[in-house]
């Protein structure tokens, strides 16, 4: 399942996080691919140790765990660190087709998950670059994403994807990586869309209605059985 989450970050945060970025040393992408990826990857990053990328990293994180869609959709069991890159016209920046590492390990804190989600926040409005699409491939076929600055997509990290070449502007996003209590994204997204039905459900009759409390019950149920904690 592919979900977009907008206004992750408001345009006054967007607008510092791009003045700390501006003003930031950045190094080749590469410096954190794998084999195949680092054979398509022609983009920059901020260090990925450094001070601005974990500083900014937590702030995504806040906002993140503070959204109630971004908990329905993903189930975080933890997220990596936040990386930055910038994909520039006059450089002839893209990613081209791969699939992320299965595992992502963080030297700093130890931290190592399994990639069930990918992520990309939008740094930068879409009429600011021309190109810089990320492209998802998944069983029912390729989908273009491009999303206002402070928005983001959620994929699963299964599928193979790619960010076309920017050919005007820069294109500047947050990436990274989370692994979810429910590994299998099939059901992952069943128990969002049951959740997301139910929310509905209480609106209209109120959270004390029978059916309502049975289905939340079905829901807590289904989490139990699938949850890996
Ligand atoms: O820039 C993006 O939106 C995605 C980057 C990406 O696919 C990666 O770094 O593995
Ligand atoms: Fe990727």
Known sequence: ??????????????????????????EDGRSTAGAQSAMVKRNEQLPPDGEVARKLG?????????????????????????????????SGHHFGLHVDNAIRGDRLTGLRIRTDLSVTLFLAEPEDYDGGELVIEDTYG???VKLPAGDCVLYPSTSLHLVTPVTRGTRVASFFWLQSMIRDDQARSMIFDLDTAIQALVERLGRDDPETVKLTGIYHNLIRYWAEV
């Open 142 to 144: 390729s989908h273009e």
């Open 58 to 90: 937590n702030r995504i994180i806040s906002a993140l765990t503070s959204n109630p869609r971004f908990i329905a959709a993903a189930i975080p069991l933890q997220i990596f660190p936040p990386l930055f890159n910038r994909y520039a016209a006059d």
């Open 1 to 26: 399942m592919l979900t977009c989450l907008p206004g992750v970050l408001s345009k006054d945060d967007v607008a510092d996080f791009r003045r700390i970025m501006d003003a930031s040393e950045w």
